[in-house]
């Protein structure tokens, strides 16, 4: 397979420089601006992959419901509670000032865990 190598550095991060591999080789097709938007879309996508499966729903957990219209609730109560928890993250990142990138998703969880079981040991 022929590939074509795009380098670029991020100012934001101290000039980080990055190399990415594509075989896309025309640059007409995809410039290479285009290319690293595209990297770092992907990488944010897999972050949000990798807060579910790994934080939220926990390493190696499978779902537990037995049919598949349960299966379909437990996926969407995921889904909902992950865009909740992001959420969170950015309203309490905007009033702070802060890039919601630097708000770990885990310590958001386990801050979040930890309200709703206190909570749930008092009386209604």
């Known amino acids: 397979m022929i590939v074509r190598a795009v380098d670029y550095t991020v100012p934001d991060r101290k000039g980080e420089h990055i190399r990415l ?12 601006e285009e290319l ?6 992907r990488w944010e996508a897999e972050t949000g992959i990798d807060q ?3 934080h939220l729903r926990g390493p190696g957990r499978i779902l537990r419901s037995p049919t598949p219209e349960l ?3 437990e996926i ?3 889904l909902l509670t992950h865009w909740a928890l992001c959420t969170l993250i950015c ?5 702070a000032g802060l890039d919601p990138d630097r708000i770990k998703f885990l310590g958001t969880v386990r801050i ?6 206190d909570r749930a040991a008092l009386s209604p």
């Open 36 to 41: 690293a938007r595209c990297y770092h879309d």
């Open 112 to 117: 979040v865990r930890r309200s709703v079981t």
């Open 91 to 95: 309203t309490a990142a905007t009033t």
């Open 76 to 78: 969407w109560a995921y």
């Open 52 to 54: 579910l499966k790994t």
């Open 71 to 73: 299966a379909y609730q």
């Open 21 to 32: 591999i594509t075989s896309i080789l025309d640059p007409a097709d995809a410039t290479a």
